[in-house]
């Protein structure tokens, strides 16, 4: 009886067994045949991953070579919280070593629910090293590249900065981010259960970004940057901004603003001071945009140099009174003398005798009102009235810089036409991407070179015995405009001025268009007194640093204010 009913348990613990062994089958071939490729993918994902391998960004150099944006060598430190076996001994390793607050890195390192976190972004590879060599558990490192600035503020408006990713975020580095960034690579590589790299799978090569060069001279960079800072500090101004073309180009040897920033700490750098003024900003010119007014009506055949004019203290043109800016009697003046001396009334009556039609057709033809085309992200066209738009007194505002806005590099770049015996050119700062030199424009005639050499002798005029003569250089002859105009605000003028000088040297054979404005000086508003001398110290030092021979004895520097 005991053997039958032991042999009876047998036989149920049999069934059993069997009967588990057919779940279990029938379950194992569920999951293979119904689950099974999800789970593979499951596995794939565990033990294999891709990741990207950044490619080297290009470097910026100067014209001369100078390297202006280069990447360096950085490690970042990661980690994976679930293979950290002591998030509090790693946190106090990490910080050590990195200089992080082990307070702020530990809850993150605790934090199970994650499989990657980053202790570090771009750490100092010395240090990264030291942390790797105490081979802790859970910590990761790879080689990234980090984007550095060697010269620090020189030409950082223009330079703009490249974030974190290396992505360009300002500036060249924005505009030229396709060509800068080049192509990343990637690697599949299979991890054990550790998550420890155990072998590469697949992988695709890097292409590096291509190298760019610049028109900007690092050198005439710096120096325009240190004269603006000594002016702002001098005169106690909002700002100031300067542009150094070559006349024969449109090259921008220089774009300099104040105050300055360097590329290497953007973040902690307000917006507004890390935007390039010298292309999208506008102001009202004042008295340098005189210029086109003299230029449209010489070129038109309305006045030559030496035509005559009497001129009251004051003229009246619509409901609006037009004065000088020092008080003075009726005098006869020649359209020299009226450039020489900034007389508004004076240039009022030649755009009188000009006419409304034409005037605005030159403004437009002069550039002004669109985009000079230069490669720099964000530039404005300014503001210039439409004729359609015109009111009765817009004949005697416009002639003398008010009631339309400019930017630094509009005003410079005309400027640089007379230069260039009446040729216009579209300024560039872009040289060369690669080994390519970029595609330029052959300019386009704006005014005869009858016309630009005449308009030279008057502005050379303005530097001699007008209101620029601080803007005279020691060997070197200067032609040039002064300019003083007070800034609106709600629709009115207010006591702030911007003072500005455009100038072109050797005025005997020009090279160079240099512009200076000043935002809201104290003390003295002049473009005489304030924007003249910061002209003279960059363009002698532009000058001297280019061996340009001296085209004349060496002048006198008198005072101005004009």
């Known amino acids: 009886m005991r053997d039958r009913a032991a042999n009876q348990r047998i036989r149920l613990l049999l069934a059993v067994v069997v009967l588990l062994f057919a779940v279990t089958l029938a379950r194992a071939a569920w999951i293979q045949a119904v689950n099974g490729p999800a789970y593979e993918a499951m596995a794939t994902r565990q033990h294999r991953e891709t990741i990207q391998l950044p490619a080297s960004r290009g470097t910026i150099f100067d014209r001369t070579g100078a390297p202006l ?30 200089g992080l607050d082990p307070d702020e890195l530990y809850p993150r390192l605790a934090d199970r629910s994650t499989r990657f976190v980053y202790v570090l972004r771009k750490a100092d590879p010395l240090k990264a090293a030291q942390l790797e060599r105490q081979k802790i558990p859970g910590l990761g490192f790879y080689v990234e590249e980090l984007r550095t600035y060697p010269q620090g503020s020189v030409a950082s408006h223009v330079l703009g900065y490249a974030g974190v990713d290396n992505r360009g975020l300002e500036g060249l580095e924005h505009s030229l981010d396709g060509t800068l960034a080049g192509r990343p690579g990637s690697e599949t590589i299979v991890r054990d259960p550790f998550g420890r790299a155990i072998d590469i799978v697949a992988s695709r090569p890097d292409r590096p970004g291509r190298n760019v060069r610049l028109t900007i001279d690092n050198q005439i960079q710096a120096s325009a940057e240190a004269v603006l800072g000594d002016t702002v500090r001098s005169w106690d101004s909002k700002g100031a901004t300067a542009v150094v073309l070559d006349v024969r180009t449109g090259a921008v040897l220089a774009m300099a603003n104040a105050p300055a920033f360097d590329a290497n700490r953007f973040g902690a750098t307000p917006a507004e001071r890390r935007r390039n003024r010298a292309v999208t900003d506008v102001y009202e010119p004042g008295s340098t945009f005189k210029l086109v007014t003299i230029a449209a009506a010489l070129e038109d055949g309305v006045v030559s140099p030496t035509t005559p004019f009497v001129l009251p203290p004051q003229i009246k043109v619509a409901d609006r009174w037009i004065h000088e800016a020092h008080a003075r009697g009726t005098e006869r003046m020649t359209v020299r003398q009226i450039l020489a001396n900034s007389s ?55 002639p003398i810089g008010q009631g339309i806005a400019v930017t630094p590099i509009q005003m410079a770049t005309a400027y640089a036409a007379i230069g260039n015996h009446g040729v216009l050119r579209t300024p560039y700062l872009v040289d060369r991407v690669g080994s390519s030199r970029t595609k330029r424009s052959h300019g386009r005639r704006v005014v005869s070179k009858a016309t630009a050499t005449r308009l030279m002798a008057m502005l050379r005029s303005v530097v001699v015995e007008g209101t620029g003569t601080e803007a005279a250089i020691p060997g070197y002859t200067v032609a040039g405009k002064t300019g003083t105009a007070a800034k609106p605000e709600n629709g ?71």
């Not at 430190?77 to 910080?95: E, H, Q, T």
């Open 344 to 398: 508004n009334v004076g240039t009022v009556t030649i755009a009188g005798e000009l006419g409304a039609d034409a005037l605005a057709g030159w403004v437009t033809r002069f550039g002004f009102g669109r985009r000079t085309g230069i490669d720099f992200p964000g530039e404005s066209p300014g503001m210039a009235l439409p004729l359609s738009d015109w009111s009765g007194s817009t004949i005697g505002t416009v």
């Open 492 to 562: 009115r003028y207010v006591a702030k001025y911007v003072a500005s000088f455009v100038g072109l040297v050797p005025a005997a054979k020009p090279r160079f268009a240099i512009l200076v404005a000043v935002d809201e000086p104290h003390g003295a508003i002049w473009g005489g007194v304030v924007a003249a001398p910061a002209f003279a110290r960059i363009a002698q030092f532009v000058l001297q640093y280019l061996e340009v021979p001296p085209d004349a004895p060496e002048t006198k520097t008198g005072t101005s204010s004009g």
């Open 69 to 98: 944006a280069i990447g360096e060598q950085a490690t970042t430190v990661f980690a994976d919280p679930r293979l950290v076996k002591d998030p509090k001994a790693a946190a106090i390793a990490a910080g050590k070593a990195l």
